[in-house]
């Protein structure tokens, strides 16, 4: 007997790319699926989103967005829009700089968040990308969202 396999339909491919939200593009972000009831129901679980944001810590060539500054800006934006709770990870990252073309490596924070996908919560998760952009002169924020079932 074969086991019973069941996949999720293939969600938009821009809902499931990595965003730089830099300027304008943040501004597109479309409103992203949710999985279908049915499947999770097969699950025991309901449709959500998973939202992942890459910050990276750096300012300049260096370590610019102490451990206290990131505590201080998750305690003051992020947990007010997603009080029912959220997971950060500790990462390394690197990326390509735009305006110089070199690779720069830096620590970073893994933000994972699991929240219905309507277009205020979409909004909320915009108002912490540009945020954080602002308050510590980062170029981008990562930005990936997929649908997902989700029981607690």
């Given at each position: 007997?074969?086991?019973?396999?069941?996949?999720?339909?293939?969600?938009a491919p821009?809902?499931?790319?990595?965003?730089?939200l830099?300027g304008?593009?943040?501004?597109?972000?479309?409103?992203?699926?949710?999985?279908?009831?049915?499947?999770?129901?097969?699950?025991?679980?309901?449709?959500?989103?998973?939202?992942q944001?890459?910050?990276g810590?750096?300012?300049?060539?260096?370590l610019?967005?102490?451990?206290r500054?990131?505590?201080?800006?998750?305690?003051?934006?992020?947990?007010?829009?997603?009080?029912?709770?959220l997971?950060?990870t500790?990462?390394?990252?690197?990326?390509r700089?735009?305006?110089?073309g070199?690779?720069?490596?830096?620590?970073?924070k893994i933000?994972?968040?699991l929240?219905?996908g309507?277009?205020?919560?979409?909004?909320?998760?915009?108002?912490?990308?540009?945020?954080?952009?602002?308050?510590?002169?980062?170029?981008?924020?990562?930005?990936?969202?997929?649908?997902?079932?989700?029981?607690?």
């Amino acid at each position: 007997m074969r086991p019973f396999l069941h996949r999720l339909p293939s969600p938009a491919p821009a809902a499931l790319a990595l965003l730089l939200l830099t300027g304008p593009a943040a501004a597109q972000l479309a409103p992203a699926r949710t999985a279908p009831p049915l499947v999770c129901e097969a699950y025991a679980a309901g449709p959500m989103i998973e939202a992942q944001l890459f910050f990276g810590r750096n300012i300049g060539n260096q370590l610019g967005v102490s451990d206290r500054d990131w505590a201080d800006f998750l305690d003051g934006e992020v947990t007010p829009r997603f009080p029912n709770g959220l997971t950060v990870t500790d990462a390394s990252g690197h990326w390509r700089d735009a305006q110089t073309g070199r690779l720069v490596r830096e620590p970073s924070k893994i933000l994972t968040l699991l929240a219905d996908g309507d277009p205020a919560t979409l909004g909320l998760i915009r108002e912490i990308v540009e945020m954080y952009k602002e308050r510590f002169h980062q170029q981008s924020v990562g930005l990936a969202i997929r649908p997902v079932c989700v029981s607690f």
